[in-house]
């Protein structure tokens, strides 16, 4: 289980290509989500589409149980 908040500082090369790596996926399933939820792909892809990661408001709301 890779943990880049602890790798960050001993192996920063290792870091970056596992975070890249996990954004290329959210992309990937953001791509997969556009036939069944077009507007949450959409909203994935906008977050993710640049060298920056957006900060957003949550995909969904919040259940209160």
Avoid: C, H, M, Y
């Amino acid at each position: 289980e890779a943990k880049p908040w602890e790798t960050i500082e001993s192996d920063p090369e290792k870091t970056q290509e596992l975070l890249r790596n996990l954004v290329l996926q959210l992309r990937e399933i953001g791509e997969l989500l556009l036939p069944l939820l077009p507007e949450t792909g959409e909203k994935i892809l906008t977050i993710f589409a640049g060298p920056k990661i957006k900060s957003t408001p949550p995909l969904f709301p919040r259940l209160e149980t």
